[in-house]
């Protein structure tokens, strides 16, 4: 494992509940991670507070105060690299990132998303779960490559789907599901068992299966 505890920065646009299960997830005095800093493009996110309650460094970036999404991600890694970090989580970070940004932190920048990718990329993941009628459905952990929701798989949690669930029911489970799957991936990259290879996500120096490492009920 490092010597040094990994630097990770999170990004966010809303109510952060990921952002608090890796808070919650490094309280232990030898946690291999600390979080550095929080950076939110809107200044009504709620993940901002939880960001002071625990007394972390917080920066809100306005999208909408620059010329284009260039201008943005510029000044975004700007202020994200004045924390040096290891590593790069977005959590609920409502934005498309440009191929620049996704370049410069290749290897080193973790999504979530809510559904079992490939399936579902893009919004609204639950309704379409329900709506095509699968038995399944649940998150993912992946690496950001430039192609959206596309990057190499880390870690899915599958959730059955139950005959009366409501968009809100599925989207309560798989949220308690990505509480666990987040931090869990966080905390193998911090320690140094989880990289990007030239072929995909690797965890003890040994290929992760297409899928991603699975968690099933
Ligand atoms: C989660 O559903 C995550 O999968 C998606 O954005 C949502 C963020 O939720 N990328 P929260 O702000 O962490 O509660």
């Not at 950001?144 to 309560?172: H, I, K, N, R």
């Not at 949220?175 to 990007?196: D, I, N, T």
Request: net charge negative; charged share 20%.
């Amino acid at each position: 494992m490092p010597s040094e505890p990994c630097n990770v920065v999170v990004l966010l646009s809303g109510s952060g509940s990921n952002l608090q299960a890796l808070i919650d997830s490094c309280r232990a005095a030898d946690a291999p991670l600390r979080i550095v800093a929080v950076v939110s493009n809107r200044a009504d996110a709620y993940g901002l507070q939880r960001a002071e309650a625990a007394g972390i460094a917080s920066v809100v970036l306005d999208h909408t105060q620059f010329d284009g999404r260039e201008a943005f991600d510029a000044a975004l890694m700007a202020r994200i690299d004045g924390f040096a970090p290891d590593l790069v989580v977005l959590a609920g970070f409502m934005r498309i990132l440009s191929g620049e940004f996704v370049r410069h932190y290749q290897g080193r920048l973790l999504n979530i998303h809510p559904s079992l990718l490939p399936r579902y990329k893009g919004l609204h993941t639950h309704r379409r779960a329900l709506e095509a009628g699968d038995a399944e459905h649940g998150c993912s952990v992946h690496f950001v490559t430039e192609e959206l929701d596309g990057g190499p798989l880390v870690v899915q949690a599958v959730v059955p789907v139950l005959p009366d669930d409501t968009v809100q029911s599925l989207a309560q489970r798989v949220h308690h599901q990505e509480h666990q799957v987040y931090p869990l991936a966080v905390h193998w990259f911090a320690q140094g068992r989880l990289r990007l290879g030239e072929q995909g996500a690797l965890l003890d120096d040994q290929p992760l299966p297409a899928s991603g490492h699975m968690i099933r009920p």
